[in-house]
């Protein structure tokens, strides 16, 4: 996982980081348990290690995706599928939380919101086609 600081049009910080992961749900992202009514979408993603780190911690993301975009709609076959994907997320403060301070001193579940960014298929070797061509020249195998 990488993890770097960006500045907003405002000049305020924001954090980003990306590796990459498994999808492990999508949900709605409501407060109320009667109505799934929201614009956004949560995306569960567990994500791998970073090099060098054992497993026994658990690392995961929960980023907010608009419903009917691109991204929700891989997400949702990402965690279909369950195969390897790249993500980025972005935090972003809160509205309400002065721009002066540093993102890194916010509490990053309660005063910013996460937005995934960009999430893509990691192809594996399974994935990847290769086209063998009927005929075969003979010189090809000297």
């Known amino acids: 996982m990488k993890s770097w600081l960006e500045v907003d049009a405002d000049g305020r910080e924001y954090l980003v980081r990306s590796g990459s992961g498994i999808v492990t749900a ?4 409501t407060h109320s348990p009667v109505t799934d009514a929201s614009d956004f979408l949560r995306v569960d993603i567990s994500c791998d290690a970073p090099a060098g780190r054992a497993r026994a911690i658990r690392y995961s993301a929960h980023p907010r995706v608009l419903r009917n975009s691109v991204i929700a709609e891989l997400a ?7 195969f390897s994907v ?6 972003h403060r809160l509205d309400h939380i002065p721009g002066n301070i540093p993102i890194m001193s916010l509490n990053l579940s309660t005063d910013t919101h996460a937005s995934l960014i960009v999430l893509e298929r990691v192809l594996s070797e399974q994935d990847v086609q290769v086209e063998i ?3 075969v ?3 090809w195998g000297s």
């Open 26 to 29: 999508v949900s709605p992202l």
């Open 76 to 82: 949702q076959r990402a965690e279909e599928g369950q």
């Open 86 to 91: 790249n993500w980025t997320v972005e935090w």
């Open 133 to 135: 061509p009927d005929f």
């Open 137 to 139: 020249p003979a010189s």
